[in-house]
């Protein structure tokens, strides 16, 4: 019996969401830290709960926010997008089939920031 039609693609795999980025992100540098999420939310100057809803990605905290984390963390907010920048080249390189792409195969190799 001849094979039928092949199957349509599964859906594409989802893309990260920046909010989650960014809270893997802090909540990795807290730890590497050995530091409470108390601790840095006080240096912050960010309620506690807020921080832990930021480092869960259930918030999408503003800039003035993510600086400030940062900046407790010893980082500046620059770094603190480029940590996650590379931590959603990580994530969806191994997504698209050699590499992060996007179109007419244009290879992303930095960080876009828009208004």
Known sequence: MPPGPAAPPGPAAREPLFR???GDVLRRERLAQERTLKDVADAARISMPYLSEVERGR????????AAAAHALGLGLGDLLSLAQGELVRLTSRHVPGGS???????????????
Do not use: F, N, Q, W
């Not at 918030?59 to 993510?66: D, G, M």
């Not at 792409?101 to 190799?109: C, I, L, Q």
């Open 20 to 22: 989650d980025l960014i």
């Open 59 to 66: 918030k999408e905290a503003s800039s003035e926010v993510l």
């Open 101 to 115: 792409h996007g179109r007419a195969g244009a290879r992303y190799d930095g960080l876009c920031l828009a208004a």
